[in-house]
């Protein structure tokens, strides 16, 4: 099934950019994804696309679901952004014990879920499983999901404090939604603070996170597909640096559009040399960024269906190109927006808005240059690959 759903699900994809482009004015204003375009991702199935296939989903490669993200990407980079996140908690999702997933799918096989992933709150141990309170930020697409997991301590009986931490699973009526959201890129990605007062979460919704980034998930017992094998953050993070190729790729034909008949004090934008080299470098950019995550999807597929494990230096390269292909981007948006002129600098324009995403996902910290890149090399070079989870 995967392998004929991926192509047919990327037609859908490119069949919403239109509306998704109509949108996106919108969706800046709302600081929301639009209820319409989360019902036409419904309708279209592309939630589906990495859901379990136990609970109606396809289970398309990893590599599929990064070209369905990226199309998305060139009709609204918000939508994109939270389509991306949502993929990669269905994934996580599919980690989460048989008992979790049918609380989450068993009744509602379309509930989508988002995350605190940055470590904070505090879980105590409770009869039967935990107490989790706190607060987590950046929770993408929090308007329109039915469950949360927020990323904390791991307590234990032993005395000796533990080093694991957990994503603990809490549905809609558990927790609160804060509206911080008030940014200037992805302003329509809706991620708001998530709050959890003292909220009780059995043990069967606890994924302790080295479980989940190590392919040793309890969700494997029941999903035996090579997406809940995957060491979680050395591949579905890929999923949050595809926006930026569809982005990119957006913005290059929309800068050509302008200069094709544009001119500045009598001189053709288009016959400027200067310009010719900005165009063909953003485009050499564009292209070698997808094609860098194109080729580490496919490899990464391709291992896992062979029931082989990633090494740590593969789970490095992927890292390194996740955060290389979103620089890329942002040197290609950087070199076309600074040729915009004024025109650039309105409201409402469309090239401003792509601009202004492009950088806010490059700000993520899966997409930090800085990390990812002197993590590859001490792997490469045998030292300790330092902190953060591979």
Not at 146 to 166: D, G, I, K, Q, Y
Request: proline share 5%; hydrophobic share 40%; glycine share 10%.
């Amino acid at each position: 099934m995967a392998s004929d759903m991926g192509p047919r699900l990327l037609e859908r994809a490119h069949a919403l950019v239109p509306a998704l482009r109509e949108r996106a004015s919108e969706t800046e204003a709302l600081r929301r994804i639009p209820y319409e375009t989360m019902r036409d991702l419904h309708d279209a199935e592309l939630l589906k696309a990495v859901q379990p296939e136990r609970h109606g989903g396809f289970e398309v490669g990893l590599d599929d679901a990064l070209r369905i993200t990226a199309a998305l990407g060139r009709g609204c980079g918000a939508t994109a952004w939270v389509y991306g996140v949502l993929s990669d908690h269905q994934i996580t999702l599919g980690m989460y014990s048989a008992e979790a997933q049918e609380d989450v799918w068993g009744e509602t096989p379309a509930a989508v879920a988002c995350s605190g992933l940055a470590f904070g709150g505090e879980a105590s141990l409770a009869i039967g499983g935990y107490r989790v309170s706190g607060r987590w930020s950046f929770s993408s697409g929090s308007d329109h999901s039915a469950w949360v997991f927020v990323h904390s301590n791991a307590p234990t009986e032993s005395e000796e404090p533990s080093r694991r931490t957990a994503y603990y699973l809490v549905p809609r009526d558990e927790f609160e939604i804060v509206d911080t959201w008030h940014v200037v890129g992805l302003s329509g990605t809706g991620s708001k603070d998530i709050v959890i007062n003292d909220v009780f979460v059995p043990e069967h919704r606890r994924l302790f996170v080295d479980d989940a980034n190590e392919g040793r998930a309890p969700g494997t017992r029941v999903n035996p597909g090579p997406l809940y094998r995957m060491p979680r953050m050395a591949t579905s993070p890929f999923l949050l640096t595809a926006p930026t190729i569809g982005l990119t790729e957006a913005l290059l034909d929309l800068f050509l559009e302008s200069i094709r008949t544009k001119a500045s004090r009598g001189v053709k934008l288009a016959e400027l040399g200067t310009i010719q080299m900005r165009v063909a470098e953003a485009a050499a950019e564009a292209d070698a960024a997808r094609l860098l995550l194109e080729r580490d999807c496919t490899e990464t597929m391709s291992i896992m269906r062979r029931g082989d494990t990633l090494t740590l230096e593969q789970r490095a390269r992927n890292r390194r190109d996740m955060a290389y292909a979103s620089t890329l981007c942002i040197r290609a948006a950087d070199r076309l927006f600074t040729a915009t002129g004024g025109t650039g600098l309105y409201d409402g324009n469309e090239m401003r808005r792509q601009f202004h995403d492009i950088r806010a996902i490059g700000a993520h910290f899966v997409n930090s240059w800085d990390v990812a890149g002197t993590t590859f090399t001490k792997v490469t070079l045998g030292l300790e690959p330092g902190p953060g989870p591979l």
